[in-house]
């Protein structure tokens, strides 16, 4: 048996999703933005998408624009409204220290051409203070970007708090709400915002395709520059399979999301009742109330995560590190060190996260194989770490 459980990282594309993409791919070769009939076939096509889209987010569908994925409409949030402002009175912006690279890396280039950043911590949870805010935010903020759920710990913010906070002092709010959509309401009414990313390979959609909403009125220079596409806010023919695949996807995930919600969470608690109860030292990382239904962060003592993760594939089980392995050196994940936890407890994190195929077989049979696994893992580190304190007495 093998058991995906790397739903954060990416989802499978869901049949009916790659149904009506090979279709589009065949039939809707038209431009959109061809005046005769195969062109406007093809702009229902993705003018149905829209609305689906739409829907899921409780939005306008002119308010929805079409990108290449979560990383470009994080982008063009950010750069599009702070370079609308560049001629204004406004140079700040205001960001947290869990948000993905996709926000971190945009904010920290823009403080290379003069705007200023606060990034904002987070409490041993992951959760951002309202009061940290309150405090961060001044008349010269133009735009603050917090996310909605975290992507390695599942941790969900207070948005609509946040974004309140933000409202009074006249800032544009952004969430990127990458490992929400899809998984739990994200109502931009609700959320009181005014920009949202979103992206469709979270949610058994195809890769590389996303969106951003943009609340109607909220002023935005485009980054790409071209044709007059998606209302003049972002140039280049339109990606037509991945857009009706998206509308399909946003569709399915709207319909299921309570149901679908509520099976997740209790997989997810089964799963990590059962790895807590079974593995001695283990510890649960993020919030364990205020998170998405499909995701458990553990902490195992004394087991490199990489070796954990390595050792769960030979077993045919897919999970995931907190930790990114950059140039041969094992990287805490910023995440956790945000949260305060030590780089021990980071670095032996495993992030599990669930989706619309798992079933409890599955999860048993992670549960069933976990103690061996780690113990296993357990009886090498401390049999090499008695070593290494031998060769130090002797000078080995
Ligand atoms: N933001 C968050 C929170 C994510 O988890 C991800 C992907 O992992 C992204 C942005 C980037 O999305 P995409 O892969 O569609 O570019």
Request: glycine fraction near 10%; proline fraction near 3%; aromatic fraction near 2%.
């Amino acid at each position: 048996m093998r058991v995906y459980l790397d739903h954060n990282a990416t989802t499978p594309v869901d049949e009916a999703v790659a149904a009506v993409m090979s279709e589009a791919l065949l039939d809707l070769f038209g431009n959109p933005s061809s005046v005769h009939s195969f062109g406007q076939a093809t702009k229902g096509a993705v003018d149905e998408a829209r609305q689906a889209v739409a829907a899921l987010l409780g939005a306008r569908p002119q308010e929805i624009v079409f990108t290449s994925g979560g990383t470009e409409s994080d982008n063009l949030a950010i750069r599009g409204v702070t370079e609308a402002q560049a001629q204004g009175k406004r140079h700040h912006i205001v960001t947290t220290a869990i948000e993905h690279e996709a926000v971190l890396h945009t904010v920290k280039a823009l403080t290379k051409r003069g705007w200023t950043a606060t990034i904002l911590p987070v409490g041993q949870t992951g959760v951002v203070e309202p009061e940290a805010l309150e405090s961060a935010i001044t008349d010269d903020t133009a735009l603050v970007s917090i996310m909605h759920a975290n992507n390695e710990i599942g941790t969900i913010q207070p948005i609509a708090r946040l974004a309140a906070i933000a409202r009074r002092s006249g800032a544009l709010f952004h969430t990127d709400a990458v490992q929400s959509v899809g998984k739990i309401r994200a109502d931009v009414t609700d959320l009181g915002i005014d920009l949202l990313s979103m992206s469709s390979h979270k949610f058994n959609g195809p890769k590389g395709v996303g969106a951003l909403w943009i609340r109607r009125g909220s002023r935005l220079v485009p980054t790409t520059t071209g044709g007059r596409q998606e209302r003049n806010r972002r140039a280049g023919t339109e990606n037509v399979p991945g857009i009706v695949g998206l509308g399909v996807a946003a569709r399915l995930a709207r319909e299921r999301l309570d149901t679908e919600g509520k099976r997740l969470a209790t997989l997810r608690d089964r799963l990590e009742m059962g790895i807590l109860n079974t593995v001695p030292r283990t510890l649960v990382n993020g919030d364990s109330t205020h998170r998405i239904p499909n995701t458990t962060n553990i902490s195992f003592d004394r087991v490199e995560a990489e070796s954990l993760l390595i050792a769960l594939d030979l077993e045919g089980i897919a999970v995931s590190t907190g930790s990114a392995c950059s140039s041969g050196t094992l990287e805490p994940s910023h995440v956790l060190r945000a949260m305060g936890l030590s780089a021990h407890r980071s670095q032996n994190a495993i992030r599990f996260s669930l989706g619309l195929g798992n079933t409890s077989d599955e999860v048993d049979r992670v549960v069933d194989v976990m103690p061996r696994v780690v113990d296993k893992l357990r009886r090498i580190s401390s049999a090499s770490s008695g070593r290494s304190r031998l060769q130090s007495v002797v000078g080995g």
